[in-house]
């Protein structure tokens, strides 16, 4: 990821969703950006999520534990087919 990092106008978020998407490896996926908080309220909406990226990082890293990447791809997978099909 520090590599891509050196390309002009790649940072952080955008080099971990690159390397996550085509790694398969989900728990380098940027895993409290808004898509993620957005699909974990719909998801699971009895729990108070906070609503800043810094204040939902670490509630959703213990939340999920071993389980981040899986976690995240599922959030983001069926925030995708919901959001394709507009079932809410």
């Known amino acids: 990821m520090e590599e891509l990092q050196t390309a002009p106008r790649i940072g952080p978020w955008t080099a971990g969703a690159a390397v996550a998407d085509f790694t398969h490896d989900w728990t380098l ?14 998801t699971a909406p009895d729990v108070d999520w906070p609503t800043t990226e810094p204040e939902f990082a670490e509630p959703w890293r213990a939340m999920t534990g071993p389980q981040l990447g899986a976690a995240t791809l599922f959030v983001l997978a069926w925030g995708a087919r919901h959001a394709e099909h507009s079932i809410l």
């Open 29 to 42: 996926s940027p895993h409290s950006d808004l898509a993620v908080r957005t699909w974990a309220r719909t």
